[in-house]
């Protein structure tokens, strides 16, 4: 990652999974939010991280310096893309069936 590139690699690693931690405590907030219309903005914005994410995740995995290759890391991460896909698409039609669309 740019901002990651001049450090070494276990501190890399380290300050990499130590952003994950504020993001999605970020995101979790936000979807435990009183207003329906948050949740759900929020719940689309998350769908659409992790989804990135898998793809950020994939286009990286050929790179010559990427360190991220245990088998569960990639479960985990192409795991919650899919998942995630799966839940946006269920979102965006039944918004479209309850709207008449």
Do not use: C
């Amino acid at each position: 990652m740019p901002l990651l590139n001049r450090l070494l690699d276990e501190m890399a690693h380290v300050a990499l999974l130590s952003l994950h931690i504020p993001v999605l405590a970020g995101v979790f907030w936000l979807m435990a939010f009183a207003s329906p219309r948050l949740q759900h903005w929020s719940q689309l914005g998350f769908d659409a991280f992790l989804i990135g994410h898998g793809g950020v995740y994939w286009l990286m995995s050929e790179h010559t310096l990427t360190m991220f290759d245990p088998p569960h890391s990639k479960a985990l991460i192409y795991g919650a893309a899919v998942v995630d896909a799966l839940h946006l698409g269920l979102t965006l039609q039944s918004r479209q069936t309850s709207d008449g669309l």
